[in-house]
């Protein structure tokens, strides 16, 4: 894949997007490299499959890179590409009902290759085997914890919590009010807090 | 939010207590609740556990992907069907055959005058009688019925046909504005995204 050129990366947002929109392949591969990780993440906390979570991502950038000239500028890049992609993943979940989270692999993968293939790539955050462990342990707990969360709650508290999202940007991305995006933080936490009461024990 | 009738941590409270700036009374009340001591700890751990989930990545080439679709041309145009023309020679003789066509039923028309001339008057006459027989017996049948003389009586006064002719109005009205609030779609609309 050919690196975005220096000056792209040291680049905010709207300025890379100003020049994707002239059909820049460079700057267009800069958004995607910026907002791959998170947009990915986040649609795979949504779905609980790999597969279907990259499917669902490529879906997110082509539709935003084909609308760019849509994109207001006075709104924060990111929110627009995360409201995208929580379109896309809660369309998905409002047609079917997914399995619960494997983080070993999808249920269905039924040869090595494919459990390998669709088992999760963890970030670089792990720096040890015990702490990889412990984590693992934790993550694992919240990860299906997570899952169980009503899809607007899991969405709320992924993007308040995981992705570090303002409560009003929330607000603007699920065009919730902000009133409701507290109150479903504030159950979502409330219904962790019950599920992983007995990791405190 | 309200606290009653226990002054336990609200959610605001949490939000104070992670930040440090939890107030002097919740404080207080912290070290004596064992109940909000743990739900704080609780949520404390919760957090902690959300921000450390790692970021996940797509497989390799995720981005080529995106690109490969983002970028792919348009699908090519399929060129307009264009209209089959029919040949010349075809449209020549259908002009040829309407111009005969009309100049032997003038000739015909011309040299049979007489004959012409009596059947215009017998399709003009007697549908013309026809026509006044049967609004003669219509209007017969209608003045023989027993209501006619009661309908007759009910407007024969000004005053009588103008009531009626308003009610009907009023009728006619009313229906037309229950048919548009029928036929009026929602006010509000379906909200949507791009997506």
Same mark, same amino acid.
């Given at each position: 894949?050919?690196?975005?050129?220096?000056?792209?990366?040291?680049?905010?947002?709207?300025?890379?997007?100003?020049?994707?929109?002239?059909?820049?392949?460079?700057?267009?591969?800069?958004?995607?490299?910026?907002?791959?990780?998170?947009?990915?993440?986040?649609?795979?906390?949504?779905?609980?499959?790999?597969?279907?979570?990259?499917?669902?991502?490529?879906?997110?950038? @082509?539709?935003?890179?084909?609308?760019?000239?849509?994109?207001?500028?006075?709104?924060?890049?990111?929110?627009?590409?995360?409201?995208?992609?929580?379109?896309?993943?809660?369309?998905?979940?409002?047609?079917?009902?997914?399995?619960?989270?494997?983080?070993?692999?999808?249920?269905?993968?039924?040869?090595?290759?494919?459990?390998?293939?669709?088992?999760?790539?963890?970030?670089?955050?792990?720096?040890?085997?015990?702490?990889?462990?412990?984590?693992?342990?934790?993550?694992?707990? @919240?990860?299906?914890?997570?899952?169980?969360?009503?899809?607007?709650?899991?969405?709320? @508290?992924?993007?308040?919590?995981?992705?570090?999202?303002?409560?009003?940007?929330?607000?603007?991305?699920?065009?919730?009010?902000?009133?409701?995006?507290?109150?479903?933080?504030?159950?979502?936490?409330?219904?962790?807090?019950?599920?992983?009461?007995?990791?405190?024990? | 939010?309200?606290?009653?009738?226990?002054? =336990? #941590?609200?959610?605001?409270?949490?939000?104070?207590?992670?930040?440090?700036?939890?107030?002097?009374?919740?404080?207080? =009340?912290?070290?004596?609740?064992?109940?909000?001591?743990?739900?704080?700890?609780?949520?404390?751990?919760?957090?902690?556990?959300?921000?450390?989930?790692?970021? #996940?990545?797509?497989?390799?080439?995720?981005?080529?992907?995106?690109?490969?679709?983002?970028?792919?041309?348009?699908?090519?145009?399929?060129?307009?069907?264009?209209?089959?023309?029919?040949?010349?020679?075809?449209?020549?003789?259908?002009?040829?055959?309407?111009?005969?066509? #009309?100049?032997?039923?003038?000739?015909?028309?011309?040299?049979?005058?007489?004959?012409?001339?009596?059947?215009?008057?017998?399709?003009?006459?007697?549908?013309?009688?026809?026509?006044?027989?049967?609004?003669?017996?219509?209007?017969?049948?209608?003045?023989?019925?027993?209501?006619?003389?009661?309908?007759?009586?009910?407007?024969?006064?000004?005053?009588?046909?103008?009531?009626?002719?308003?009610?009907? #109005?009023?009728?006619?009205?009313?229906?037309?504005?229950?048919?548009?609030?029928?036929?009026?779609?929602?006010?509000?609309?379906?909200? =949507?995204?791009?997506?």
């Amino acid at each position: 894949m050919a690196e975005p050129p220096a000056d792209l990366r040291a680049a905010t947002d709207q300025e890379v997007v100003a020049i994707a929109r002239r059909r820049n392949e460079a700057a267009s591969r800069e958004l995607v490299r910026r907002y791959e990780r998170p947009i990915f993440s986040l649609i795979f906390r949504m779905v609980r499959n790999r597969e279907l979570a990259e499917d669902l991502a490529q879906e997110t950038f @082509i539709k935003a890179l084909n609308a760019l000239e849509s994109y207001r500028p006075e709104y924060k890049f990111s929110s627009w590409l995360f409201k995208i992609a929580n379109n896309a993943a809660i369309d998905h979940l409002r047609k079917r009902e997914l399995d619960t989270l494997s983080l070993e692999g999808s249920p269905h993968a039924d040869t090595p290759q494919l459990v390998e293939a669709t088992a999760l790539q963890i970030g670089e955050k792990i720096e040890s085997a015990l702490e990889a462990v412990e984590h693992k342990e934790l993550g694992g707990e @919240i990860e299906r914890a997570i899952a169980k969360l009503r899809p607007e709650y899991r969405t709320c @508290i992924l993007l308040r919590h995981v992705e570090g999202r303002a409560y009003e940007e929330i607000a603007e991305i699920l065009n919730l009010p902000l009133g409701t995006v507290k109150t479903y933080i504030h159950r979502a936490r409330n219904e962790l807090r019950i599920a992983l009461a007995h990791l405190k024990q | 939010m309200k606290r009653w009738p226990i002054n =336990h #941590l609200t959610a605001e409270d949490l939000d104070a207590f992670h930040s440090a700036s939890l107030s002097v009374e919740m404080r207080e =009340h912290l070290d004596e609740c064992e109940e909000c001591r743990t739900m704080a700890e609780l949520d404390r751990m919760v957090l902690n556990g959300l921000a450390a989930l790692p970021s #996940l990545a797509p497989r390799d080439g995720f981005a080529d992907r995106v690109m490969a679709g983002a970028w792919q041309a348009p699908p090519a145009r399929q060129p307009r069907p264009v209209p089959v023309r029919r040949a010349s020679w075809v449209r020549l003789a259908a002009a040829a055959s309407v111009i005969v066509s #009309l100049g032997a039923s003038i000739a015909w028309s011309l040299l049979n005058r007489d004959l012409l001339l009596s059947w215009i008057h017998l399709s003009t006459a007697e549908p013309g009688r026809l026509l006044w027989l049967g609004v003669r017996v219509v209007a017969t049948n209608l003045t023989a019925q027993p209501w006619y003389a009661s309908l007759r009586d009910l407007v024969s006064s000004p005053g009588r046909l103008v009531a009626l002719a308003s009610g009907a #109005l009023v009728v006619y009205g009313a229906a037309l504005v229950a048919l548009r609030r029928l036929l009026t779609p929602p006010s509000r609309p379906v909200p =949507h995204a791009l997506g």
